[in-house]
């Protein structure tokens, strides 16, 4: 698969990046990553003048980030070398010990394996990193094509450390430093012309995994084809939002993102309100993580942000806001004290051993004032209560903004100071204000960053409060206004734009054409719409289907609607749908209030009717006549995963949580699942097969709710397919792979024909598969609902109460899925378990 991506070049006109990802590699193959850089000639042809190819890197370093960076290229297929010091504290008879040497390094990998969330998306793909130590292995870089430093935050052992790197390295080979804030050209004095040429900062964010967020910040003497190496490598292969940075102090991210929680910090004291109420303020209900801001210090270290604290006021005495950069009193309270949260389990909060009435432990809560801990309390702040009544964010900040309330105005005069903060800080720490907003959301988990919120606030409205309060805005904001532009960004035919303030004017935000927004194909109308799904036209005659429900839940709307979708690609000649959404979950499945409001009410025609559909909803997906293809991202469970694998294929972000999770609620799959475990266990079998062991392997799967933590892993429980589904790394790219896919598709498609062939068991299956259940049983993993539950999936996936092994129909496998999925909705103790998940959100185990 080849995709393109124009970008500038300082000596050429056009430059396009190939790239080359030989995708279906096995466990113990690797994926070479190649990236070809073109310009063309005086004749209009391709030149190439740039080829890097990425098959190992080494890792220097292999504390909480080192190996976490070591497992995320493990995870997309590149070997990798990781080296740390030897201990210190060796007796003399483990000095010439390999495995004592190496102690520090293989610890921390084995402990990387161990985390939770996963380090890596598969625990095999831990077989890529090969460890070792800086005294005896060293050399081993010297194959390397790309090596990271990730050591202590000391300058003088970072060069201690890059100066070997120079000895072994070989030469073109990319070096690179993951400090979080030590200046990148203070680290490469004294190092060759080809060091210094293939040397700049890449900082990722912990965990590397997850966090979508690569600074890459170069040198004045940083080759530039390097530097679109890496923006371009870092997006399409390591999944990441790259963010070019100018080498000043915390880079980009980190220099707004504390500035924030630090004006926080002071803002607390000033108003008098307690942590837990700014921590609701500042967590979801402002688009933030549930954090919030003083548990996110508790998360984070209050050593550590302390540090980075007084590193920014100490580096940047010129910052308009440094008094911002002040420690408070609290704050120092808890360094003195060696409260430094999560990590000593006291900091702001503490989490006692006592319980509450209702069971819960009982946290403790700092107040600010007095330095003592107390019970938490309930915030109960006429701003929050206004919050809960507004559904959309773009609403609710501004009214936020405008209460009249304490937590109305910390709102308001954090943002005001924020707005004033990042108009200073272009061009100072970047040319471009998109990249503060990418660096903000993708570094901290922000969901808008602060031009977006300025942007909602109303530029106009946003200086005024800012400059009330005494804060600065820069001159290029008021010109920007006064020219009569109005906005940060605006959409224009589908294409988002930003203000550039060297043109004064608004341009494509770079890289953007490769990645499928949605919003900004709202301002067209859609091809078709419900209340619960939009059908969109994302180009070259695709339509892609957008989920709208409550956390996209799929009932009603969303099944007729991808009916009714299909309809509309097949009779006005669509060359295929796409179903995706831009949200943090692809679904969280079949709408359960209305499966559980039939089954209270003991409505067994409606819900026949209702599991009736969702199941020809499924069919419709695999066996229509142009390709349906699903882009997924987040949690993928139930009816959603049931969707996927009835689709033509589907294009999963690796961070896809897929899963038939159905035994929860006390259910079975009853949307296709079921049914389709039964055909991909058939599928397996071969002549002279014992089968047994395939059968109970899908068993299991739906009878312990199997849910995969990453995409790859979803392979190893069989939701997705290797030869007809993908993983895609970047979430932001799902979509657009999947158009992909629909195209490369449709050119001969043929529709497919429903299955007669599925091989089922029969009572030799279902005995096999109750012994099963029986030693979950006796191992206390099930209770006995949960093995009434996991005898209706044996009987449907050995094709009911039949004497011996034959063939049957799809349709007949729904029939009996149906009737299961119907015979379960009528037990107390299934009723119950729904009525738990939608009171709790938890299952329950009765």
């Not at 102690?103 to 084995?110: P, T």
Request: contains cysteine; glycine residues 8%; proline residues 4%.
């Amino acid at each position: 698969m080849q995709r393109e991506v124009l970008i500038f070049c300082k000596f050429v006109n056009l430059a396009k990046i190939r790239w080359i990802n030989f995708n279906d590699f096995t466990n113990n193959q690797i994926m070479a990553q190649t990236l070809a850089t073109e310009k063309t000639d005086q004749n209009g042809q391709a030149v190439l003048h740039q080829h890097r190819h990425i098959k190992k890197v080494a890792v220097l370093g292999s504390g909480i980030m080192g190996s976490g960076i070591a497992c995320h290229f493990a995870n997309i297929g590149v070997e990798v070398v990781m080296l740390d010091i030897v201990p210190f504290d060796l007796k003399d008879e483990e000095k010439d010990n390999r495995s004592a040497r190496n102690r520090i390094v293989d610890s921390a990998l084995k402990a990387a394996i161990k985390s939770k969330p996963a380090a890596l998306y598969d625990k095999r793909f831990a077989s890529r990193i090969e460890t070792g130590n800086f005294d005896d292995d060293f050399e081993k870089i010297s194959d390397c094509d790309w090596v990271i430093e990730v050591v202590v935050e000391r300058l003088d052992i970072k060069k201690q450390v890059f100066e070997k790197v120079d000895q072994f390295r070989k030469k073109g080979a990319l070096v690179t430093s993951n400090t979080s804030g030590i200046p990148i050209h203070m680290m490469m004095e004294g190092r060759s012309e080809d060091f210094k040429k293939h040397f700049c900062g890449t900082h990722f964010f912990n965990p590397p995994r997850y966090m979508r967020l690569l600074e890459i910040i170069p040198t004045p003497e940083t080759d530039p084809g390097i530097v679109d190496f890496l923006m371009q490598y870092g997006d399409v292969f390591l999944g990441k939002q790259t963010v070019l940075c100018k080498d000043t102090p915390a880079f980009i991210a980190n220099r707004v993102g504390v500035y924030a929680m630090a004006k926080i910090y002071q803002l607390t004291s000033e108003l008098g309100l307690r942590i837990e109420e700014v921590d609701k303020l500042t967590g979801p209900v402002i688009g933030r993580p549930k954090t919030g801001t003083f548990r996110l210090g508790d998360l984070v270290g209050h050593d550590t942000a302390a540090n980075v604290i007084k590193g920014i006021k100490a580096n940047c005495p010129n910052d308009e806001q440094a008094s911002a950069f002040e420690i408070p009193a609290y704050l120092q309270f808890l360094l003195d004290n060696k409260f430094l949260g999560n990590k000593t389990k006291k900091g702001f909060y503490e989490k006692t051993k006592e319980r509450d009435a209702s069971g819960r432990p009982v946290i403790l809560a700092l107040n600010l004032e007095t330095l003592e801990y107390a019970p938490s309390q309930k915030p109960d702040l006429p701003s929050l209560k206004l919050a809960k009544q507004i559904e959309e964010l773009n609403k609710r900040v501004p009214a936020l903004f405008d209460a009249e309330d304490k937590g109305g105005e910390l709102i308001r005069r954090s943002l005001a100071g924020l707005f004033a903060y990042v108009s200073n800080r272009v061009p100072e720490i970047s040319d471009n204000l998109f990249s503060i907003d990418d660096a903000l959301r993708t570094g901290f988990a922000w969901e808008i960053g602060p031009f977006q919120y300025w942007d909602m606030i109303g530029i106009e409205k946003g200086i005024a409060t800012a400059e009330a309060q005494g804060d600065q805005i820069a001159d290029w904001v008021k010109g920007m206004l006064a020219a009569g532009h109005t906005n940060f960004y605006k959409v224009e035919n589908g294409v988002r734009k930003f203000y550039d303030i060297a043109s004064q004017s608004y341009q494509p935000i770079p890289g953007a054409e490769e990645f499928i927004i949605l919003d900004n194909y709202r301002e067209k109308p859609p091809v078709y719409k419900n209340s619960e799904i939009v059908l969109h036209d994302i180009g070259d005659g695709v339509l892609c289907l957008e989920f709208t429900s409550k956390m996209n839940a799929i009932g009603e709307g969303i099944l007729r609607g991808i009916n009714e979708s299909i309809r509309i690609a097949e009779e006005e000649g669509w060359k295929g749908l796409v179903i995706g959404n831009n949200a943090q979950n692809f679904t969280v499945g079949a709408n359960l209030m209305m499966i559980g409001m039939f089954a209270y009410q003991q409505e067994f025609d409606e819900l026949n009717m209702a599991v009736n559909l969702f199941q020809q909803t499924t069919m419709r997906c695999r066996y229509s006549s142009i390709p349906v293809v699903a882009a997924t991202q987040g949690y993928t469970f139930g009816g959603g995963c049931e969707t996927i694998m009835h689709c033509d294929a589907a294009l999963c972000a690796a961070e896809s949580y897929i899963g038939l999770v159905e035994v929860g609620v006390g259910l079975i799959p009853g949307g296709g699942g079921t049914k389709e475990f039964a055909v991909r266990a058939s599928d397996k079998f071969f002549e002279g097969d014992v089968m047994i062991p395939t059968l109970i392997d899908k068993f299991k799967t739906i009878a312990m709710a199997s849910v995969a933590t990453s995409a790859w892993e979803a392979y190893k429980y069989d939701y997705l397919l290797p030869h007809k589904d993908s993983v895609v790394v970047n979430t932001q790219r799902n979509i657009g792979e999947a158009k992909k896919k629909v195209l490369a598709l449709a050119d001969n498609y043929t529709q497919p024909i429903q299955r007669e062939d599925v091989t089922v068991l029969g009572r030799t299956g279902m005995a096999a598969c109750y012994v099963a259940a029986n030693e979950l049983r006796l191992g206390n993993y099930a209770s006995e609902h949960d093995i009434k539950i996991a005898h209706k999936i044996a009987y449907v996936l050995c094709g009911g109460d039949l004497t011996g092994t034959q063939k049957v129909s799809e349709q007949y496998l729904l029939d009996i899925e149906r009737e299961a999925f119907l015979s379960l909705c009528g037990e107390q103790k299934t009723l119950e378990r729904i009525q738990h998940m939608l009171q709790t959100n938890k299952p329950l185990r009765n």
